[in-house]
């Protein structure tokens, strides 16, 4: 493995993952809105 494939690989990686915490961090805040808005309806 190239120096060059393993820094795009590293790159790839990082944006994978920064995508991925994201996508959780937006979740979990859809999440705790649908438990307050029942919360409130009860």
Known sequence: ?????????????INVVFIFKLLVFRYRI???LFCFY?????
């Open 30 to 32: 859809y999440l705790n």
């Open 38 to 42: 029942c919360i409130n309806l009860n």
């Open 1 to 13: 493995m190239t120096f060059r494939t393993y820094f795009i690989f590293c790159l790839y990686y």
